[in-house]
């Protein structure tokens, strides 16, 4: 695959930023949301007496199953419901190149998507392998940038550009000395705040 186009690729960050802004400042407070005095909308005890039992998962054996996956006595452990067995949060992980360092938790993801539709979990894999990546792609263009010389004055610019043909002259227009260093910066600045949002829903999701 070639390299992307950084103009659609600064549109498209900057509408996942937004998207991802409304879920973690708009939507989970919603969900939270209770009027004055009015307490805990799930009682403690039914939370988790009951209903943390089926969340958390649990372990268990078919019997009389020979084959399969649940056959021969074999203890199989199933995961609770969750919000990470949807592709979504994983394929903008995927697109943004976003790794797990805790191992649990990354075990856990990785186990989740075992639960998705198969065509759900190789679409993020199709993302997760794509090349360039979107992270090194980015890097590129700032090492680009730094490698590249100061633009002209723009009464030279406007100089050459006239003793170029017309393709000549859109080539020297769109050449990393003229106008490319903001592309750089914005795209990597959107980037940064892509990843922030992530981080930002997650840590509102776990408390």
């Known amino acids: ?110 186990d989740f998507e075992a639960y998705m539709p198969t065509e759900h979990s190789r679409f993020i894999r199709a993302v997760r392998d794509h090349r360039p990546k979107l992270r090194a792609y980015l890097v590129g263009l700032l090492h680009a940038q730094d490698k590249s010389q100061p633009p002209l004055p723009l009464p030279q610019q406007q100089q050459q550009q006239q003793q170029l043909p017309d393709a000549a002259a859109a080539a020297v227009r769109a050449t990393p000395t003229d106008g490319c260093e903001a592309d750089a910066d914005a795209l990597v600045s959107t980037y940064n705040e892509c990843i922030n949002r992530v981080l930002d829903f997650r840590w509102r999701h776990f408390q």
């Open 1 to 110: 695959a070639g390299a992307p186009d950084p103009e659609a690729l600064l549109l498209s960050l900057r509408a996942l930023e937004g998207a991802l802004w409304r879920v973690a400042r708009v939507c989970l407070p919603i969900m939270f949301e209770r009027a004055e005095g009015q307490g805990a909308l799930c009682d403690y005890s039914m939370f988790y007496n009951r209903l943390r039992q089926f969340i958390g998962g649990w372990e268990l054996a078919y019997e009389g199953v020979e084959h399969g996956p649940f056959g021969g006595g074999r203890t199989v452990r199933l995961a609770g419901p969750s919000g990470a067995m949807s592709a979504l949060l994983p394929t903008v992980d995927a697109f943004l190149g976003i790794g797990m360092s805790h191992k649990a938790l990354h075990t856990l993801l990785t």
